[in-house]
């Protein structure tokens, strides 16, 4: 399950990133130096796809010996609660727009995106830090048995004399 949670939020991520470029793209840009995106804006539209995907691979490497699901759930359940944060707070601002005026809203705008930018980052590690926890596991090499004492130790001693 979380290789295919993180599948389908790499490509709804990359949807949105195509969506966003291709319209900046289309329109005219202003006359004004600052407007225009820059080149690690332009490039973080790629980050958050690219490691979505690359954590979509990684559980599909270690598919079969994830030894803790509940790890691997909560890191998914964390990270798209961390990508859909933005998409929380223009719920918040749409639904706040009746409630405050124009003087108060600059106030909450900046403290809300404080706030938001600070769960995305929190959230984010939180959830890197089970991903951590399920690749550790994964990877993780097996404990040896301990060596089998009595007539049985040597099953084949028998067969090689």
Not at 30 to 56: D, R
Not at 81 to 92: G, M, N
């Amino acid at each position: 399950m979380p290789f295919w949670v993180m599948l389908s939020l790499g490509v709804l991520s990359g949807g949105f990133s195509g969506i966003v470029l291709y319209a900046w793209s289309q329109r005219p840009m202003p006359a004004t130096p600052g407007y225009s995106p820059g080149a690690w804006q332009i490039l973080s539209f790629f980050f958050m796809p690219a490691i979505m995907l690359v954590e979509a691979v990684m559980y599909w490497i270690v598919r079969n010996r994830i030894v803790r699901r509940s790890d691997a759930r909560r890191h998914v359940l964390f990270f798209t609660l961390a990508y859909l944060s933005p998409f929380l707070k223009s719920l918040l601002f749409y639904f706040a727009d009746n409630f405050f005026s124009m003087g108060n809203m600059a106030t909450f705008v900046s403290r809300v995106n404080l706030v938001q930018m600070c769960l995305f980052w929190l959230v984010t590690i939180y959830a890197h830090v089970f991903f951590v926890r399920v690749l550790i596991k994964a990877f993780d090499r097996p404990v040896e048995v301990a060596g089998r004492t009595g007539e049985s130790a040597h099953m084949l001693d028998d067969v090689l004399d």
